[in-house]
């Protein structure tokens, strides 16, 4: 794939993110927390897809943020402050797609509680990203 599709196709990344972001956001006014808690973990997961495309990289089959944000880290080493941030949103994931995992205990206010860091990582991202 050309750089110039690369980039077309981090475009299209960006934009199911944002689509994740407003459901996760759907999810929180709903009160359900394992579904908000799935749906921002996909949004952090697609919006750092999306900068890696743009740097060059080969799409993988993944969906531990922390491995993401690792591989992001290594061209622009500030993201490394967001490791643990995606570790921990990391686990909805998880949680929601294989429930003996424990993801019952996740509570509308956990989730809330990572969005003001996850806002801030993906204005790092995209600085120019408008978020909800």
Avoid at 2 to 10: C, G, I, T
Avoid at 53 to 75: M, N, P, Q, R, V
Avoid at 100 to 117: F, H, I, M, N, P
Wanted: with cysteine.
């Amino acid at each position: 794939m050309s750089f110039q599709k690369d980039l077309h196709y981090s475009d299209d990344w960006r934009r199911v993110a944002r689509q994740d972001w407003h459901r996760r956001s759907v999810m929180l006014e709903d009160g359900d927390a394992e579904g908000a808690g799935f749906f921002l973990q996909q949004a952090i997961e697609k919006y750092l897809k999306a900068f890696l495309l743009e740097k060059g990289w080969k799409l993988k089959k993944i969906h531990t943020l922390h491995s993401l944000i690792d591989e992001a880290s290594e061209f622009d080493n500030t993201l490394t402050r967001f490791r643990p941030l995606c570790e921990r949103i990391s686990g909805y994931y998880f949680s929601e797609r294989y429930p003996s995992l424990g993801g019952a205990g996740l509570e509308t206010k956990d989730v809330r509680q990572e969005l003001s860091e996850s806002r801030a990582l993906i204005r790092v991202l995209f600085p120019g990203e408008t978020l909800e």
